[in-house]
T-cell receptor, first 114, second 114 residues
Framework: EAQVTQNPRYLITVTGKKLTVTCSQN?????MSWYRQDPGLGLRQIYY???????DKGDVPEGYKVSRKEKRNFPLILESPSPNQTSLYFC?????????????FGPGTRLTVL | SQQGEEDPQALSIQEGENATMNCSYK?????LQWYRQNSGRGLVHLIL?????REKHSGRLRVTLDTSKKSSSLLITASRAADTASYFC??????????????FGRGTQLTVWP
């Protein structure tokens, strides 16, 4: 089944404790991205990657890092999480950078930073 | 902000009725897309309409686009309880520096009562 998977689905952590949210897709997609969803703000893009070893900032990249060492994986790294990073996070992928390609979303990771 | 703005924020109807949601945006676009999000789940792509199209159908969905008014509407006919979800519009702004970047609105929460 074609899908985007994220782990963990739920995470409660404390300020400053480094964490990684994994994202993997099995559709051989080149383009992957991370969004955060907050009440009243909709989805905002954090980082995106057009291909292996090619990443770029989205609209809200502060406090986040990403890497794209393999085509299928695009982990989101929070080196020193803070409470304002409490949010619902979504990974997404599509065939290529053109927005005409259908975008597939993962199930989401609900992160709480205490 | 380039993001779309959905209206209304919330809509409550009975099964069998039609549901209409609107989206307004600010800048010229290449295309506009609608997504559905069931509670706590990832977004699912519903339909894409190109800037040179005025209307598009997919099953019970009908999307219109008026580029002169910078607005779109999503009509769900003969709604079902299973249509209960949040609906988001996303625009691909016509700017080379942000090629392929999608900007999401805050969503319309649709509740369909049996």
């Amino acid at each position: 089944e074609a899908q985007v998977t994220q782990n963990p689905r739920y995470l409660i952590t404390v300020t400053g404790k480094k964490l990684t949210v994994t994202c993997s897709q099995n559709m051989n997609h080149e383009y992957m991205s991370w969004y955060r969803q907050d009440p009243g703000l909709g989805l905002r893009q954090i980082y995106y990657s057009m291909n292996v070893e090619v990443t770029d900032k989205g609209d809200v990249p502060e406090g986040y890092k990403v890497s794209r060492k393999e085509k299928r994986n695009f982990p989101l790294i929070l080196e020193s999480p803070s409470p304002n990073q409490t949010s619902l996070y979504f990974c997404a992928s599509r065939h290529g950078p053109s927005s005409y390609n259908e975008q597939f979303f993962g199930p989401g990771t609900r992160l709480t930073v205490l | 902000s380039q993001q779309g703005e959905e209206d209304p924020q919330a809509l409550s109807i009975q099964e069998g009725e039609n549901a209409t949601m609107n989206c307004s945006y600010k800048t010229s676009i290449n295309n506009l897309q609608w997504y559905r999000q069931n509670s706590g789940r990832g977004l699912v792509h519903l339909i894409l309409i190109r800037s040179n199209e005025r209307e598009k159908h997919s099953g019970r969905l009908r999307v219109t686009l008026d580029t002169s008014k910078k607005s779109s509407s999503l009509l769900i006919t003969a709604s079902r309880a299973a249509d209960t979800a949040s609906y988001f519009c996303a625009t691909d702004a016509r700017r080379g520096s942000t090629l392929g970047r999608l900007y999401f609105g805050r969503g319309t929460q649709l509740t369909v009562w049996p």
